[in-house]
């Protein structure tokens, strides 16, 4: 089984707006388990395990579909800050002009439905074992932060755990716009 997703790289020029907080979230929580700003990217579309048939599939369609232009994104906000759950603590990445969600309609079609997410562009940011309460650690780190970002790429990449980390492959790039 391969464990895949399609993600837009993070912007160079948004480390210097975000890494300050997330060095602040950082080194008052050392219970989370942080993901290194050189892993950051946006994940637009989760897809989980495939078979290798199906992923031979997946690649074909994503290097051969024609895909919409995004013109423009927000990273961070008002609330930059967000959860899924009490598990996953995430930079917030808004839709400016609905460029990602006919984006990820799109990679919709390249997926078998079984394998669907809902739609929730986000930057994972850490891990959360159920020792820290999310919810409270957003309310105490929400500064409003943002950076707007014209994406040049899509990828389709690999999640390989590995020892306690993960490591992405980038199996497939495609220019946007």
Do not use: C
């Amino acid at each position: 089984m391969t464990r895949i997703f399609f993600g837009i790289p993070f912007p160079a020029r948004a480390l210097k707006v975000f890494t300050p907080l997330y060095n602040d979230i950082y080194t008052s929580h050392p219970k989370l388990t942080m993901v290194p700003p050189h892993k950051w990217h946006i994940t637009l579309h989760f897809v989980g395990n495939v078979t290798p048939k199906a992923y031979e599939v997946l690649h074909e369609r994503f290097l051969h579909t024609p895909l919409p232009s995004v013109k423009k994104l927000t990273i961070g906000g008002d609330t930059p800050l967000g959860a899924f759950g009490n598990r996953i603590l995430y930079l917030r990445v808004e839709d400016t002009q609905h460029g990602l969600k006919a984006l990820h309609g799109e990679l919709f079609t390249l997926v078998p439905t079984h394998l669907t997410q809902k739609f929730n562009p986000h930057i994972t940011w850490a891990r959360n074992s159920g020792r820290i309460s999310l919810p409270s650690l957003i309310e105490k780190h929400a500064p409003p932060l943002k950076v707007t970002h014209v994406p040049g790429q899509l990828i389709l990449y690999e999640s390989l755990p590995q020892g306690g980390k993960t490591i992405y492959i980038k199996k497939a790039i495609r220019m946007l716009n």
